[in-house]
C-alpha cells in the first residue's frame, strides 16, 4: 500500500503561481512511477503531468506545457507540481498518483494510488 496526500492548493488570480507537494509513504518511493491528474465539475479526471521514477523522464498535457514542471525528491518521498502563469481553466481538483510500474504513464487506469485530491481555484 502506498499513502499519498496533496497540499497546497487554494485561491489564486490569473497568472499567479502554485506549487502543489504530494508526500508518499508506505512503500519505497523510488519504485513507483508519479502522476498528477485534475477534475473539473462535471467533467473527467485528465492527465496533468508524469514523472519516472528518477526523475530523468517527464511527460506534460500540451496545455500545461511551459507553465507547470513536475519534480520529484526521492529523499523526501515527495512529488511536487510548480504551476505558473495560472489561467481559470486550470480550476480543478488536482490528484496525485502512483504507479508500480516506474515508467511515465499518463492514463488514470494505469495507476495503483491516488490522494484525496487538493482544490486549485483561479479566478479571473
Known amino acids: 500500500q502506498v499513502q499519498l496526500v496533496e497540499s497546497g492548493g487554494g485561491l489564486v488570480q490569473t497568472g499567479g503561481s502554485l506549487r502543489l507537494s504530494c508526500a508518499a509513504s508506505?512503500?519505497?518511493?523510488?519504485?513507483?512511477?508519479m502522476g498528477w491528474f485534475r477534475q473539473a465539475p462535471g467533467k473527467e479526471r485528465e492527465f496533468v503531468a508524469a514523472?519516472?521514477?528518477?526523475?530523468?523522464?517527464?511527460a506534460y498535457r500540451d496545455s500545461v506545457k511551459g507553465r507547470f514542471t513536475i519534480s520529484r525528491d526521492n529523499a523526501k518521498n515527495t512529488v511536487y507540481l510548480q504551476m505558473n502563469s495560472l489561467k481559470p481553466e486550470d480550476t480543478a481538483v488536482y490528484y496525485c498518483?502512483?504507479?508500480?510500474?516506474?515508467?511515465?504513464?499518463?492514463?488514470?487506469?494505469?495507476?495503483?494510488?491516488w490522494g484525496q485530491g487538493t482544490q486549485v481555484t483561479v479566478s479571473s
Open positions: 514523472i519516472n521514477y528518477s526523475g530523468g523522464s517527464t
Open positions: 498518483a502512483a504507479c508500480a510500474y516506474a515508467l511515465v504513464h499518463t492514463k488514470p487506469h494505469e495507476y495503483d494510488y
Open positions: 508506505g512503500r519505497t518511493f523510488s519504485d513507483y512511477a
